[in-house]
């Protein structure tokens, strides 16, 4: 049973256009909540994250926005790029612990 | 330069083979960890280790074990090979406490075909 989940395996936009990436979790036990980008042949690597305490966080185009009370998160990518072009995990984590659970991946491309 | 290294990138390997991966991390991390990838199940936790000597199942313990002696080195095994074992498989270490706190550093993964 899968506690983090990414219904949409991938989505394509345009260059310049938002991104958004969207994350539902089941675990209410879950309060830190992170995003990994994932190129080709390569492992993924950290992006933004966001503690339950606050409902947004924002990393220049990155900004990551948390629902607790629907348990549901989201990525947005302003402007996206095609550089951007990869697959992003949302993953989250309860706090006594050291483990993170994975979502499924969403490919994101970006046409230019 | 930090990183993770997973000492093979590729492997072929014949159902009931015993199969090694192994993992280095030069970062002094207390904790490290094992998860495959698969196509529309995402990242996978299969074992997890906080410290030397120490580890925990994960969510996919079953067909695998996991050793580690030394702090920088965490080996999965497999101890007899089957084809639904093949998958990329992937380690991570971070910091002691919450591992959300600081993240996991990932290696490159191991793409391991079972036959």
């Known amino acids: 049973d899968q506690q983090v989940k990414q219904n949409s395996p991938s989505l394509s936009v345009q260059e310049g256009r938002i991104s958004i990436l969207n994350c539902d979790y089941t675990?209410?036990?879950?309060?830190?909540f992170l995003w990994y980008k994932k190129y080709p042949a390569e492992g993924p690597t950290f992006l933004i994250s966001?503690?339950?305490?606050?409902d947004k966080n924002e990393d220049g185009r990155f900004t990551v926005f948390l629902n607790k009370s629907a348990k549901h998160l989201s990525l947005h990518i302003v402007p996206s790029q095609p550089g951007d072009s990869a697959v992003y995990f949302c993953a989250a984590s309860a706090s006594r612990n050291n483990d993170m659970r994975f979502g499924a991946g969403t490919r994101l491309t970006v046409k230019p | 330069d930090v990183k993770v290294t997973q000492s093979s990138r590729y492997l072929v390997k014949r159902t009931g083979e015993k199969v090694f991966l192994e993992c280095v991390q030069d970062?002094?991390?207390?904790?490290m960890f094992w998860y495959r990838q698969d196509p529309g199940l995402g990242l996978r936790l299969i074992y997890f280790?906080?410290?030397?000597?120490?580890?925990e199942k994960g969510d996919i313990p079953e067909g695998y074990s996991v050793s580690r002696e030394k702090k920088e080195r965490f080996s999965l095994i497999l101890e007899s090979a089957s084809t639904n074992q093949t998958s990329m498989y992937l380690c991570?270490?971070?910091?002691?406490?919450?591992?959300?706190?600081?993240?996991?550093?990932f290696g490159s993964g191991t793409r391991l075909t079972v036959v």
């Open positions: 970062m002094d991390h207390e904790n």
């Open positions: 966001i503690s339950s305490i606050k």
């Open positions: 280790s906080y410290d030397v000597k120490m580890k």
């Open positions: 991570a270490s971070s910091l002691g406490g919450r591992a959300s706190t600081y993240g996991y550093t």
């Open positions: 675990n209410s036990m879950f309060d830190y």
